[in-house]
């Protein structure tokens, strides 16, 4: 069993994925800023969605040292399961039994609004800022969020995508584990390690990237009204549930669509056997042939908040940087226990 350990005192990470210690927090002087600036710049990568072989290359030139003032390469694990996963699996274990070289372990259970009755929400500013800490994560270094090699691309651009939210500055996305692992690029395992933690700085909520209840209700029941803006529903979840044909995950949970939505399973942004996704140009087919405007506002949406930023990522990969996308962060779960019987947002196909 491997023992990773970054520095001395530090966070011992614990059966559920949290750490375990009193964190120390420090502060960091900005005096070299313009160097580290030039730094950070060359380390950067050209795309958001990053190949095996890039994250590679730039671990072995800025490993994840604690005690570099540089900005360093983060790999990030955010795998995560269903809770009606039939292997009962959870992230944590397979982030212990197989992951990159001195990767982190976002908990996408437990960095969440813990407010809510609502799985997955977005933490507030404080709260983000609390776990980035605990993770030893720094505001300049490059974060690259990859998924478990069983799923593929699944849970990584949820936490990619609430990174950028919250205004993490280099966020990427492994394209993907599965990848890294076969193409026999280096693993390691192991149930204990620790980190230096250190003080994030609380940022702000860029609240134009999340889509709420009320926003969505509104396209909702202004779908085919004259006048109406036209915001489009791209809705991540299978086809069964969206008709209404297959039940939801969560029990007592009514399945069905929002009026107007398109559904995109997620899975088909990506590639059948790899889980990676799609090339640019074979996810235009998939978003056109199912009469998708990327010139439209867009709303995407699945079960819970996690495949919806799949569909997200897609169609930022397929047309560049789009301005009129968000994710609706309740999604499903919030939508079926929101909506009142009279008002008759649940549709289904006959």
């Known amino acids: 069993m491997a023992l990773l350990t970054f520095l001395r005192p530090g966070r011992l990470l614990g059966s559920n994925g949290s750490p375990q210690s009193i964190c120390r ?30 994250l590679s290359d730039a671990l072995r030139k800025a490993p994840p040292s ?46 969440i609004d813990k407010r809510s009755i609502f799985p997955h929400m977005l933490p507030n500013p404080k709260a983000f800022a609390e776990a980035m800490g605990a993770l030893g994560i720094r505001r300049d270094d490059i974060v690259v969020v990859y998924d478990s090699y069983e799923l593929g691309i699944f849970s990584a651009p949820r936490v990619g995508w609430t990174l950028k939210a919250f205004g993490h500055p280099r966020v990427h996305i492994l394209n993907n584990f599965r990848l890294w692992v076969d193409e026999g690029l280096p693993t390691e395992s192991g149930n204990i390690w620790t980190v ?3 003080s994030y700085p609380i940022p702000e909520l860029n609240e134009s990237m999340v889509a709420d209840y009320e926003e969505v209700r509104e396209i909702a029941l202004d779908h085919n009204k004259e006048g109406a803006e036209g915001v ?14 297959a039940p939801e995950p969560r029990e007592g949970l009514s399945s069905g669509h929002m009026p107007g939505s398109i559904n995109i399973p ?3 942004v990506l590639d059948p056997e790899t889980k990676a996704f799609l090339p640019a140009d074979k996810l235009k087919e998939v978003f056109t042939k199912n009469g998708v405007d990327p010139q439209k506002p867009i709303v995407t949406s699945c079960g819970t908040g996690v495949t919806a930023c799949v569909v997200e990522t897609a169609l930022k990969e397929a047309y560049g940087p789009l ?9 499903w779960t919030e939508w079926a226990q929101r909506v009142k019987p009279s008002d008759s947002l649940i549709r289904k196909v006959e």
């Open 66 to 111: 604690p005690i570099s003032s540089e900005p360093r390469v983060i790999p990030l694990c955010a795998s995560w399961f269903m809770p009606n996963d039939p292997q009962g699996r959870k992230g944590i274990e397979v982030f212990r039994e197989k992951r990159i070289p001195k990767a982190r372990f976002f908990n996408l259970d437990k960095v």
């Open 232 to 245: 489009q529903i791209l809705d991540a979840r299978s086809h069964g549930r969206w008709t209404g044909e």
């Open 196 to 198: 230096e933690c250190g």
């Open 266 to 268: 997620f899975d088909t």
């Open 323 to 331: 301005e009129n996308v968000k994710v609706y962060d309740g999604s």
């Open 25 to 54: 927090g420090f502060a960091r002087s900005t005096a070299a800023a313009p160097f580290a600036h030039r730094v950070y710049q060359r380390r950067s990568f050209s795309n958001y969605l990053v190949t095996p072989t890039e």
